[in-house]
């Protein structure tokens, strides 16, 4: 059996001698480096090995004092490296949202373009939007479009113009560039799913890796987003109806970002406000332990799915007064109704969620 | 003050109105959580709080703690280090590899790491134990604590790959993991028949124990891992 261990490839033999081993030098950086990148390699052992055993075997050490010292430091520097490879500052988030709200702006203003100026040589085309931008990107001229492809009846049924080669080099230089934007947004999205767990791991377990991010976007940072009472985090996102209710009165908005999340979307009308303010508790009381730097604690998430099936339990239909005057439940506008003004906080076990941010703040790391 | 051993490296530190559970400190002179620091006879102990520590209160529960002085240990779950330490203090002669798959937390964890030659750190998910198949030999104990709801499956798979023939699994099974609204007993006794036959691998089960009051809804289980014999 051929294994890869930490301090070089055996071959191993069916009685757990070693019949062949080329070792690695016995340098530290060397064998961290070594040991980073074999944590994926096709070799690794099929069941655990007596490795130190065989490390003394083959002379890789005379000791076994020297195998834990060396051991040791190398691990030591293995995940070093590991931990500064993971991103772990809010601000690098914050970047790549604001990038993808920049990439949404500029995609849309660009693929409009290029819809309407492909359109004058294929009006039939009905793509839009990525899809299109791939197309054009592909293909250029309609004439290009090959037997067997979906597209092939209309493109060469098409009434649209002719397409000059200049401009079919325009045109496909143009959504080749689109395509890169939309790809560029990918490798975002992407990059803030690898890194949310590493920046707010309960944030993530709590409200998902794009919703988080999107929050601690929008609150300026974790440490602002920890700072918001809970009533805040739920109307994150809806500023302009938010900087309405402070100035006028106006009745306060429902609709943060926070309505996003599948527990809300998930849930009936009448059920979203108070599911709703539950979620917004649990991320705010999220958003606290990864300030001070706890570490994934699922019972979070444990504790808002009780209290969710609390709240389907003991709402399982539409109040009956209201049901009459709501004309038009449109998911959106009606989730947000409050049933009664601030009914459900008395209920909902506010107090628990804030005991238990006590708790935690001064009780880390058990 | 006066001093009683309860097993290989675990102490309590007795005063006039009460016992103290406490492990021989490593690194004198350095707290690791906050917790008290005592000098018996020019020795000094580091305060054990059963509260913060799975192991610590599977101590007081009167589990039989398999973990000598030499032993080597494979820790899942080792989070900032709090029971890590205490193992550490145990270990004068021996090895804990401390997995942890958060990088956040093996921060904490390294720092302690720094300052204690017998602890190996690990960043891994222990739901991959072949990700550290090159890195973790055969070792006489695991001890898990994971909170993970596949707990007795990440068990059963760290012991066929890492557990000497005879070596011992400590658990700690959380019911809440698993399920959050069922009845905590129930749970546990549905995960203990799992691990002992469902994995490919056959423990026998020790003890088991719940952990109240110092853990609400947490069974600790000690097994031994059974052996098929190959030839
Ligand atoms: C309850 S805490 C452990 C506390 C620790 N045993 C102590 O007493 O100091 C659970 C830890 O397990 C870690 N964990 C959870 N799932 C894991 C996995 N699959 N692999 C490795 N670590 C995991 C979590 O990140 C967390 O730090």
């Known amino acids: ?366 | 003050m006066s001093i009683e051993q309860l097993s290989d490296g675990i102490f309590e530190v007795i005063t006039d109105d009460r016992k103290i559970l406490a492990t021989r400190n490593l690194y004198p002179g350095h707290s690791v959580y906050g917790e008290r620091l005592m000098d018996v006879d020019g020795v000094e102990y580091r305060q054990w709080d059963p509260h913060r520590s799975k192991l610590g209160a599977m101590v007081l529960k009167g589990f039989d703690i398999p973990i000598e002085y030499d032993s080597h240990v494979l820790y899942l779950g080792a989070a900032s280090g709090t029971t890590v330490s205490h193992v550490s203090d145990i270990l004068a002669d021996g090895l804990v590899y401390a997995v942890e798959f958060s990088p956040r937390t093996m921060r904490d964890l390294i720092k302690l790491c720094d300052q204690r030659p017998n602890i190996i750190p690990i960043l891994a998910d222990a739901n991959k134990p072949r990700s550290y198949a090159h890195i973790v030999e055969t070792v006489d104990v695991i001890f898990q604590d994971v909170a993970q709801p596949n707990q007795a499956e990440i068990a059963a798979n760290n012991s066929k790959y890492f557990l000497e023939n005879d070596g011992h699994l400590m658990l700690s099974i959380k019911s809440r993991s698993i399920d959050t609204v069922a009845n905590p007993k129930k749970i546990f006794k549905d995960e203990v028949k799992k691990l002992e036959s469902d994995f490919g691998v056959e423990f026998e089960v020790l003890q088991r124990k719940e952990l109240d009051p110092f853990h609400e809804d947490h069974l600790g289980v000690l097994a031994r891992m059974f052996v098929e014999d190959e030839d």
């Open chain 1, 1 to 366: 059996m051929k294994a890869v261990t930490w301090f070089g490839t055996l071959v191993i033999s069916e009685d757990g001698e070693v019949e062949e081993c080329c070792l690695l030098k016995k340098d530290p950086e060397l064998l961290a480096e070594h040991m980073l990148t074999a944590a994926g390699d096709e070799y690794l052992p099929v069941h655990g090995l007596k490795l130190r055993e065989l490390a003394l075997d083959c002379d890789f050490v005379d000791l076994e004092e020297e195998y834990d010292v060396l051991l040791r430091e190398v691990c030591i520097s293995t995940v070093k490296r590991q931990i500064s490879m993971t991103d772990t500052d809010d601000k690098h988030i914050i970047q790549a949202v604001e990038a993808m709200d920049d990439i949404d702006k500029a995609a849309n203003e660009l693929s409009e373009r290029l819809t309407e100026w492909y359109g004058i040589y294929f009006p039939e085309l009905e793509l839009t939007a990525e899809p299109m931008a791939r197309f054009v990107a592909r293909f250029g001229s309609r004439e290009n479009v090959p037997e067997g492809h979906n597209m092939f009846a209309k493109a060469s049924s098409s009434m649209g113009a002719e397409l000059s080669l200049v401009d079919e080099d325009l045109l496909r230089n143009f959504a080749t560039s689109l395509c890169g934007i939309y790809d560029t947004r990918k490798n975002l999205e992407q990059y803030i799913m690898n890194n949310m767990g590493a920046v707010a791991p309960n944030v993530t377990d709590i409200a998902g890796a794009p919703l988080g991010a999107r929050l601690i976007s929008l609150a300026g940072g974790l440490e602002k987003l920890a700072a918001f009472p809970s009533s805040t985090v739920q109307v994150i996102g809806a500023s302009n109806a938010l900087f309405k209710h402070l100035r006028s009165r106006a009745p306060s908005p429902k609709h943060g970002v926070i309505f996003n999340h599948p527990l809300i979307k998930g849930s009936p009308w009448w059920q979203r406000g108070k599911v709703a303010r539950a979620l917004a508790s649990k991320i705010s009381l999220a958003a606290r332990m990864d300030v001070y730097g706890s570490a994934h604690d699922p019972s979070i998430r444990e504790n808002l799915e009780r209290k969710v099936e609390a709240i389907r339990k003991a709402h399982p239909e539409p109040p009956k007064k209201l049901s009459t005057k709501v004309t038009q439940p449109g998911p959106g506008r009606a989730g947000g109704r409050p049933v009664k003004k601030r009914g459900g906080q008395k209920k909902g076990g506010m107090n628990k969620g804030g005991k238990s941010i006590g708790n935690r703040s001064g009780g880390r790391s058990a």
